[in-house]
């Protein structure tokens, strides 16, 4: 199976700033079939980003999301305070599909 | 707008079996695969499986010998089956609109879930 593995683990960052979050895969992502959840606490994941770089409807456009293959980032500009969730990379090219571990943003 | 609403038993002891079922209000329900995903308690998401409308299904290989999805087109409601449970399994479990594949093209993929069942295996 795909492993992902998501990098920083944990973000700090101050609101207003940009935040850069990660995602590599084992192998070859098929279709560049890539997606990006956020999930905050007692909540269901909420799809943020679709085929790499397409985001889901009513996402801001301050979430953006890019790379191919191997490689992908998760891009939010402008952080807001309700940023402060875990995001998760999720592929689903290959079955089984799989999730990155997740990575903590915080916000100071 | 569309909407999933999960039900199902929250304690089990070690070797029951597990049973949630998940509906499906608003938008087609023919067409997609619906799929299970859990949590276990501070980590990760684990894709359990997924079965479409007509009942093809794709599970995880690493519970497939356990697990049982099953659509119930009727009712617009999908269940998941996990037999012969441990301490383990123990997780928040999400049903979720699975792919919609159009000629080979993955045009969506779990963009709806469900509000979670925390089910707890304990002796």
């Known amino acids: 199976e795909i492993v992902l593995t998501q990098s920083p683990g944990t973000l700090s960052l101050s609101p207003g700033e940009r935040a850069t979050l990660s995602c590599r895969a084992s192998?070859?992502?098929?279709?560049?079939?890539l997606a990006w959840y956020q999930q905050k606490p007692g909540q269901a994941p909420r799809l943020l980003i679709s085929g790499a770089s397409s985001r889901a409807t009513g996402i801001p456009d301050r979430f953006s999301g890019s790379g191919s293959g191997t490689d992908f980032t998760l891009t939010i500009s402008r952080l807001e305070p309700e940023d402060c969730a875990v995001y998760f990379c999720h592929q689903y090219g290959t079955s089984p599909v799989t999730f990155g571990q997740g990575a903590r943003l915080e916000i100071k | 707008q569309v909407q999933l609403q999960q039900w199902g038993a929250g304690l089990l002891k070690p070797s029951e079996t597990l049973s949630l079922t998940c509906a499906v209000y608003?938008?087609?329900?023919?067409?997609?695969?619906w799929a299970w995903i859990r949590q276990p308690p501070g980590k990760g998401l684990e894709w359990i499986g997924e079965?479409?409308?007509?009942?093809?299904?794709n599970y995880n290989p690493s519970l497939k010998s356990r697990v049982t999805i099953s659509v119930d087109t009727s009712r617009n409601q999908f269940s998941l089956r996990l037999t012969s449970v441990t301490a383990a399994d123990t997780a928040v479990y999400y049903c979720?609109?699975?792919?919609?594949?159009?000629?080979?093209?993955?045009?969506?993929?779990?963009?709806?879930w469900g509000q979670g069942t925390q089910v707890t295996v304990s002796s």
């Open positions: 608003g938008g087609s329900f023919s067409g997609y695969y």
């Open positions: 192998q070859s992502v098929t279709g560049n079939y």
């Open positions: 979720a609109r699975g792919p919609w594949v159009v000629r080979g093209v993955i045009m969506t993929n779990l963009d709806y």
């Open positions: 079965s479409k409308h007509s009942g093809g299904t």
